[in-house]
């Protein structure tokens, strides 16, 4: 199993993607699982966070992501995109639930 692109569409393994979202002001948003390439944020690059999956898709790297995005809400910052993000950490998720079936 692996994710698809939100950009271009196709599959997009754990070694070759990320999912990135924008940093910009006090909103995080425009949450993406994409090949590194195909991030194509409308914003400046410095306003673009991201974690490769192969991190994000461990439990480990799992956890941090989660303590990282509690962070930014601890320093007041809004989720602007919920469905985004419910979508990036539900095909996360999953793909961490099949791989420990294996």
């Known amino acids: 199993m692996g994710f698809i692109c939100d950009t271009c569409g196709k599959e997009v ?23 590194e390439a195909d991030q194509n944020h409308q914003c400046h690059p410095r306003h673009v966070g991201y974690v490769h999956l192969w991190i994000a898709t461990g439990i480990i790297g799992y956890t941090k992501l ?3 995005l509690a962070d930014y809400w601890v ?8 469905t985004g993000l419910k979508k990036a950490l539900n095909q996360i998720s999953l793909y961490m639930w099949e791989k420990s079936k294996k």
């Not at 320093?75 to 919920?82: A, C, E, H, R, T």
């Open 75 to 82: 320093k007041g910052y809004n989720l602007d995109d919920i």
């Open 13 to 35: 393994s754990p070694k070759e993607g990320t999912l990135s979202w924008v940093d910009e002001g006090n909103s995080l948003r425009d949450f993406k699982i994409t090949h």
């Open 66 to 68: 989660t303590e990282m």
